[in-house]
């Protein structure tokens, strides 16, 4: 299996730009996660879809932030328009039901 | 929310040390995974270890759930085990299902 896929995996953008984040879970899992993880707030749930729907977004930041799984195998997080606060390594993840979470390899976002 | 604790935060030991890294978590878990963040930022899974004992070559791990708490082993330690451990855990009682993370334990192995 290839594990979960993320692209791109770097993003340099200039503050007001979009940008897209993926993610391709792995394939038989029906739990998708992002996560972000900074230096001050470490490593830290935003949103988690269960079978294509959002379960919980209450760790989405704010609303320039918005995250879709249109279907079982893709699923994006969107933030419009970009701030440089939200530098940071946003990582996606998927599990069976609630079973073990594999991460993973990371977008590193730079916002300029 | 769930609160969890790792301890020490930092660790250097020469290489074939043995370690112990703990995790302490304020309420009861469905879920409890460690993770090793090498230098390169990937977050590997170790153990998913809700309850119990497991054991994989050099690495080694318990919870205890009754007692909130989780500890991984680490024996002969290689320069290679160098990074940021994580405990995280899900709360059983919560309608969320994400991972709350602790704040990690940086372990460095000199050589």
């Known amino acids: 299996d290839a594990g979960v896929i993320q692209s791109p995996r770097h993003e340099v953008t200039e503050m007001g730009q979009e940008v897209t984040l993926r993610c391709k879970p792995i394939?038989?899992?029906?739990?998708l996660f992002w996560y972000r993880q900074t230096m001050m707030r470490g490593l830290e749930l935003l949103i988690y879809?269960?079978?294509?729907?959002?379960?919980?977004d209450s760790g989405m930041p704010e609303d320039r932030f918005s995250a879709k799984m249109p279907n079982a195998s893709f699923s994006t997080l969107k933030i419009q328009p970009s701030e440089p606060r939200d530098s940071a390594v946003y990582f996606c993840a998927s599990s069976l039901d609630w079973g073990t979470q594999y991460f993973g390899p990371g977008t590193r976002l730079l916002v300029l | 929310g769930i609160q969890v604790e790792q301890s020490p935060p930092d660790l250097i030991l020469q290489e074939g040390a043995n370690s112990t890294l703990r995790c302490n978590f304020s309420?009861?878990?469905?879920?409890l995974q460690w993770f090793h963040q090498n230098p390169w930022g990937q977050l590997i899974n170790l153990f998913y270890?809700?309850?119990g004992t497991k054991q994989n070559g050099r690495l080694s791990a318990t919870t205890v759930a009754t007692e909130r708490y989780s500890l991984l082993y680490i024996s002969s330690s290689q320069t290679t085990d160098s990074g940021v451990y994580f405990c995280a855990v899900v709360y059983s009682g919560g309608g969320a299902d994400g991972l709350t993370f602790g704040k990690g334990t940086h372990l460095i192995i000199q050589p």
């Open positions: 309420d009861s878990v469905n879920n």
């Open positions: 270890i809700p309850s």
């Open positions: 394939s038989g899992h029906n739990s």
């Open positions: 879809f269960n079978n294509n729907v959002p379960i919980d």
